[in-house]
């Protein structure tokens, strides 16, 4: 009698894409330094918003910041990009396993009357 082949097994699901989250700074146990005012824009009265794309690393650490978009003032520019690289984040996750990931962050500089 001829034998029968065994029936091949069904195909396995396709993957679906793994869960991505995003990083973020506003957990409870990180580090964040208190955000600096430079005292020369306080004194010429220069208020502003500045965007801020972050570079963090699977540990948190930032490995890179760029200017997204100004405040109009180059202080308060490099006065966020350096608090930005002083921060420390919660790394984003691919699947679950912390990645290498950008991030957007804003930093306000508001004058207090």
């Not at 964040?32 to 918003?49: I, K, L």
């Not at 490995?63 to 109009?72: N, R, V, Y």
């Not at 984003?92 to 990931?101: A, S, V």
Request: hydrophobic share 35%; no cysteine.
């Amino acid at each position: 009698r001829p034998r029968l082949a065994a029936a091949a097994p069904p195909p396995a699901p396709a993957a679906g894409r793994a869960a991505k989250v995003r990083p973020s700074a506003g957990a409870d146990d990180l580090y964040n330094p208190n955000q600096r005012y430079p005292r020369m824009s306080q004194t010429m009265g220069e208020q502003g918003t500045v965007m801020v794309r972050i570079l963090i690393g699977a540990n948190g650490l930032p490995l890179k910041a760029e200017l997204q978009k100004t405040s109009g003032f180059e202080r308060l520019d490099q006065a966020a990009l350096d608090f930005v690289m002083q921060s420390r984040y919660k790394p984003g996750t691919l699947g679950g396993k912390p990645t290498e990931m950008w991030m957007g962050r804003e930093v306000k500089y508001i004058l207090r009357q």
